[in-house]
């Protein structure tokens, strides 16, 4: 494990729980110290961790999209023997894995692009996990993916970059989801009747049609906050949504939701609003995202 932050340590523990040896490296040592007490081998390098490996070696990265993974990959490409696989688990553009898709390969080394959702307590206890690259290599692997996914959570999703692409759609649509709650419990915030939005919340995950984990998270958000006033309705953007956004138009495809759930986003770091605060608590709730107090 490559990585050992508010995904990458929850997954390290969810290996072990299910039986693997798990070897990892942060560039924290207070991370690698707290996944020490759990179980976990940790080396102070990368080199050190590929050297530490058994002869088989798979590498699951879970560090930040971008500059970081970029910086990552192209270390393993120069310490990595042929045969090994690198795993992408983070929230990687499609296009960027495709590219080390094909660099990797003429390596001779495997890598998979996996979307891996659920948040942190998915990583934990479950996952559900979209997987593309070579059929063969996903095959060593899907031992793997089926021990920490949720029954029936996981999926080979076919050739590389084909994992982050459906796990882009995936957050496509979570913006657009996320955001219909925030502005319906506006609504209800600005009403003229003493709601408990805690309850409406709870009332509305028993029978609904709009049952779900996300309305399960509104009403934890409430329950700790019961009017979100300890933060600020900020809610910035992964790049997953724009990266939605702009793959639609390339393809012709109208996706006016999630356009205006994206827009929504850039616009809370203007102004504060209630539907600003009930999105910046769901994503704290299911991914630990950091929030700005009030």
């Given at each position: ?8 340590f ?42 530490t ?42 296009k ?31 996952a ?12 060593q ?100 949504g ?53």
């Amino acid at each position: 494990m490559v990585g050992l932050g508010k995904m990458g340590f929850p997954l390290a523990q969810n290996l072990k729980r299910n039986g693997f040896e798990v070897f990892a490296f942060d560039v924290s040592e207070e991370n690698r110290h707290l996944a020490e007490g759990h179980g976990v081998k940790t080396c102070a390098s990368l080199a050190g961790l590929v050297e530490t490996l058994p002869e088989k070696k798979v590498l699951w990265l879970m560090v930040p999209a971008g500059a970081v993974t970029e910086s990552v990959v192209l270390e393993l490409k120069m310490l990595l023997p042929a045969g090994a696989i690198v795993i992408d688990g983070g929230n990687s553009n499609f296009k960027d894995s495709q590219r080390r898709y094909r660099e990797l390969k003429v390596k001779g080394i495997g890598f998979l692009d996996c979307g891996t959702s659920g948040g942190t307590s998915g990583a934990f206890g479950g996952a559900c996990t979209m997987v593309g690259g070579d059929a063969e290599v996903f095959q060593q692997c899907e031992h793997v993916f089926k021990a920490i996914s949720v029954e029936n959570g996981y999926l080979y999703t076919g050739a590389g970059g084909s994992g982050h692409f459906v796990k882009m759609v995936h957050n496509g649509i979570e913006y657009g989801m996320m955001q219909a709650i925030a502005e319906g419990f506006e609504v209800l915030e600005k009403s003229p009747f003493d709601l408990d939005l805690e309850e409406v919340a709870r009332v509305w995950n028993h029978g609904s049609v709009i049952r779900s984990w996300l309305i399960e998270l509104t009403q934890s958000a409430f329950s700790k906050d019961a009017d979100l006033s300890g933060l600020r309705g900020e809610v910035r953007s992964s790049g997953e949504g724009k990266w939605a956004l702009e793959t639609a138009l390339d393809l012709g495809v109208p996706t006016p939701v999630i356009a205006l759930s994206l827009i929504m986003r850039y616009r809370s770091m203007q102004d504060d609003t209630f539907a600003g605060k009930v999105l910046a608590a769901l994503r704290n709730e299911f991914g630990g995202h950091e929030v700005t107090k009030a």
